[in-house]
């Protein structure tokens, strides 16, 4: 009777087998299916916050500040209550994504309809913003604007925070 | 006379088979055996049920992989598409105990690398979701339970490379030797 190969020789030919293997499925898969998957996709920040139609929902510091002196916009602050309350922009209501139906609820009745909404928190990675717009897209109302890094963007530029 | 000398011929032979075909089923109804089947059954089930949530959401799941902030961003999709299809061939070869030297070394190594992840993003304070067994973020985000339950799951896998490598091996080559 042959010698079986040691269970080293069989990982060593099995293991690259099944990353192979997966490979060629997804990539087959992924090819015939309704909505693939780009394989290299664009996760860049404005990338991300990206509505459905392509649209972007980030807005620029400049833009932020302009609406802010027109008292045209609103901002939201998505971050926890603690870290609102430690600074947050000036006139900002305080939204946190951890509770956010209670705190909807709470400041509906604040939000114009003909005042833009700008939601942020801290980080450039920060998705809480960007979850907070879409939760008020779905709520209804259409002009969110997304700043990205807002708390320190904002403080750093000196801008008005309390 | 010769009839005598071959009845004791044979009789230390069929005493020595009777001895080895003991020993053979007290190895094979050893609870290592037992465990071992429960261990390959049981990461087997959770690697299927991980890998069909992101086989049928590979957008979400993409998101999932991205928010763990480790990987370039041009391997992102790669992986996300790849990932799941690797979970579900490892379960079936383990429920299957097919390819089982090269499933049990995988599967230690995800299980190894993801439980690094979890540990990495949870001590410098990211807060993400799992996106172990579904790309819902009702799941939560990932903490202390998650890393547990991963440790868990290694402490199976590792059990099952064990038992492969080692005690299997002695086992077939204790019947080859006796057979």
């Known amino acids: 009777m042959k010698e079986k190969n040691s269970p080293l020789q069989q990982a060593l030919l099995q293991v690259p087998l099944l990353m192979v293997l997966s490979v060629l499925i997804a990539l087959a898969v992924n090819h015939w299916r309704e909505r693939p998957l780009p394989l290299i996709g664009d996760w860049s920040v404005s990338a991300r916050l990206a509505d459905q139609e392509g649209n972007s929902l980030e807005i620029g510091l400049g833009e932020a500040r302009q609406l802010f002196e027109r008292q045209a916009a609103i901002f939201l602050d998505a971050r926890s209550r603690p870290e609102y309350e430690e600074g947050h922009i000036s006139g900002a209501l305080s939204m946190p994504w951890q509770d956010v139906e209670n705190a909807f609820v709470n400041i509906v009745g604040q939000l114009e309809e003909d005042r833009i909404i700008i939601t942020y928190c801290d980080g450039e990675n920060c998705e809480l913003s960007h979850d907070l717009a879409a939760f008020l897209k779905e709520m209804g109302f259409d002009d969110i604007r997304v700043l990205v890094n807002g708390w320190t963007v904002w403080r750093d530029a000196g801008l008005p925070i309390q | ?179």
């Open chain 2, 1 to 179: 006379m010769p009839v005598y000398q071959f009845n004791k011929r044979v009789e230390p032979m069929n005493k020595h088979k009777h001895i080895t075909t003991s020993a053979k089923q007290r190895i094979l109804s050893s609870p290592y055996i037992w465990a071992y089947h429960l261990c390959r059954l049981l990461l087997g089930l959770v690697f299927v049920y991980a890998s069909y949530d992101k086989i049928l959401q590979p957008h979400a799941f993409a998101v999932s992989v991205f928010n763990y902030l480790v990987l370039p961003d041009g391997l992102v999709n790669l992986v996300a598409l790849t990932l799941p299809w690797l979970e579900l061939l490892l379960g079936l070869c383990l429920i299957f105990g097919v390819w089982l030297p090269g499933a049990t070394v995988t599967a230690t190594g995800l299980l190894v690398i993801f439980l690094g992840l979890l540990a990495f993003n949870d001590i410098r304070g990211l807060d993400i979701h799992c996106g172990c067994f579904s790309t819902e973020t009702t799941e939560g985000p990932a903490g202390l339970g998650t890393i547990l339950r991963d440790i868990g799951f290694l402490a199976v896998s590792l059990y099952l490379l064990l038992f492969v490598f080692v005690f299997r091996r002695r086992t077939e080559k204790f019947s080859q030797l006796h057979s």
